[in-house]
């Protein structure tokens, strides 16, 4: 069975810092998805970024992007130069490709951004 | 990604009684789910929304208490029957937009109040 843990249950940062969370999977499958979602306070679940684990190359989308080693089975999320609006809670999910699945997420990491 | 949009988004019932939630997407999808969220908590899938059959139950959760309709491919309807407080809770529905690999985006939610 697959698992997502995310270890750093709350983390707080000044704003424009730049600030790495950690998530960690375990799988003995090959193919599959991994997901970083945003849940701020309004409790809408936004995609963040998402990595097809065939790729070598980390995924990016404008502040935030991740670090990929499929080796380790790590899945870290950076957002650089931190805003007000980046508080919220962030999930790690994964998910296999081509299977009728569900997709597993972490128990997440609750981020407050400091002015 | 596709607009969805949950009904209510907050409701505060007694005891006893059932409320139902409704899921309208504006894109037809392939596949939609049911999430429950406790506060502070990850997402705990209840059940997978087939179109015009029976909804497919995750362990823990039964028809009897969360009957699941999808009439079609662009909406569903999730009923929290003989609501407990216990039932608290945020419920998302989530959809997979026809096109998309397997990424799933998530509705508003709705908090559900019990007392």
């Known amino acids: 069975a697959q698992t997502v843990t995310q270890s750093q249950p709350e983390m707080s940062v000044q704003e424009a810092e730049t600030v790495t969370l950690s998530c960690t999977y375990d799988t003995s499958e090959n193919n599959y998805y991994l997901f970083w979602y945003k849940q701020p306070p309004s409790r809408q679940m936004i995609l963040v970024i998402r990595?097809?684990?065939?790729?070598?190359q980390n995924a990016t989308e404008n502040r935030f992007s991740v670090n990929f080693q499929k080796a380790a089975k790590s899945f870290s999320l950076k957002i650089s130069d931190s805003q007000l609006g980046d508080t919220a809670m962030y999930f790690c999910a994964f998910l296999l490709m081509n299977r009728d699945d569900k997709i597993i997420f972490g128990k997440g990491t609750r981020l407050h951004i400091l002015p | 990604s596709a607009v969805i949009s949950q009904k209510p988004s907050r409701d505060i019932c007694q005891r006893g009684t059932s409320l139902t939630i409704q899921c309208q997407v504006d894109?037809?999808?392939?596949?939609m789910f049911w999430y429950r969220q406790q506060p502070g908590q990850s997402l705990t899938l209840i059940a997978t929304a087939n179109q015009g059959s029976e909804a497919t139950y995750e362990s823990g959760f039964v028809i009897d208490k969360f009957p699941i309709s999808r009439p079609n491919l662009t909406f569903s309807t999730l009923t929290v029957s003989n609501m407990s407080p216990e039932d608290s809770s945020i419920y998302l529905c989530s959809v997979v937009p026809r096109g998309n690999t397997d990424t799933q985006y998530f509705g508003p939610g709705t908090r559900l109040t019990v007392l």
């Open positions: 894109s037809q999808v392939t596949m």
């Open positions: 990595q097809e684990a065939y790729k070598q």
